[in-house]
């Protein structure tokens, strides 16, 4: 009888500590510890694993008028509860670029993205796994795939494609600025004068070749072009002055006869004047300049 008194006045209940503290009272020790290591076990979407980081114990006790607090000692422990996350960093050139959650996807990235840009660029292109204690944001594989094209892949194959284009374009230049001189301006034609050569009838160095021929001689056009001068300029006497499509421009000058006028196209080899001695000249002869960009060039250099 007086153990039926006790029983009625006196539960078994479970102290629980966390770490030799007291955080309350339950009565079914087993459950908790289930719950507790399900939640450890749980692999969510993105976790590696958790961790309980505090020791807990339970002691029996019998206690009277003591409340219970099943859910505060279950929200307590799971606090001490750490959790690890992990995904896969997709890289390139070494950094990580995005994340996805799986192995596979990643691994599937990595081999579609190689087959599909071998021919364009060399991809340094890998993945790695890490790990966070906090949730790592990741993308589905379309997302991620159209993420690494727009910012990083796209970029590069443009930069390369420019590169390729610049060189294209640099090439083509250098080849028609070498191609300038497509005919001679007069057939024979005995140099009388270099580029650069002082004489006593100039007050400066010569700014081009000069051609010694009979008079009335044919002056070809020396490259095609479009004529921007045809008249008389001082000590040049007669001359035509053609600007060609490369940007060069080529004077003819001392000429006795003009068959050309301002704006008329020529083709290389078309007959554009006639030698001559007008202006500062002693002779009959062709004074052959060619200038870029205001600047008189050798033209024997393109001869
Ligand atoms: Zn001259």
């Known amino acids: 009888m007086i153990f039926a008194i006790f029983l009625l006045k006196y539960n078994i209940l479970y102290e629980v500590t966390i770490d030799g503290e007291v955080i309350g009272y339950i009565t079914d020790k087993n459950e908790i510890e289930d719950e507790i290591n399900n939640y450890i076990e749980s692999k969510d979407k993105g976790v590696a694993f958790r961790n309980l980081e505090v020791e807990t114990e339970y002691k029996p006790k019998f206690v009277s ?11 307590k422990i799971k606090e001490n509860i750490s959790t690890t996350y992990t995904a896969y960093g997709i890289t390139i050139d070494g950094n990580i670029q995005t994340y996805v959650s799986t192995e596979e996807e990643a691994d599937k990235i990595v081999n579609d993205l190689q087959n ?10 890998g993945v790695k796994q890490i790990f966070e204690k906090e949730v790592i944001e990741t993308l589905d594989e379309t997302t991620a795939v159209s993420k690494l094209k727009s910012e990083n892949i796209d970029v590069k194959v443009a930069k390369l494609e420019e590169e390729a284009k610049q060189a294209e374009e640099s090439k083509k230049e250098e080849e028609s600025s070498k191609v300038v001189v497509a005919v001679r301006p007069i057939s024979g034609g005995t140099i009388t004068s270099r580029f650069g050569e002082r004489s006593s009838i100039r007050s400066s160095a010569h700014t081009g070749l000069d051609l010694a021929a009979p008079s009335g001689t044919p002056i070809k056009a020396a ?49 554009i004047a006639a030698v001559g001695s007008t202006g500062n000249s002693t002779g009959p002869h062709l004074h052959f300049e060619i200038r870029k960009n205001g600047k008189a060039l050798n033209p024997q250099n393109f001869m």
């Open 116 to 125: 599909e840009y071998k021919d364009k660029l060399a991809l340094d292109i």
């Open 65 to 75: 008028n003591k409340e219970t607090n099943r859910e505060e000692v279950l929200d």
């Open 223 to 271: 490259a095609s072009g479009t004529v921007i001068f045809s008249g008389t300029s001082g000590s040049y006497g007669k001359i035509v002055k053609i600007k060609c499509d490369n940007g060069y421009e080529m004077w003819y000058a001392h000429c006795s006869k003009l068959y050309v006028s301002v704006g008329q196209r020529v083709s290389a080899g078309d007959k």
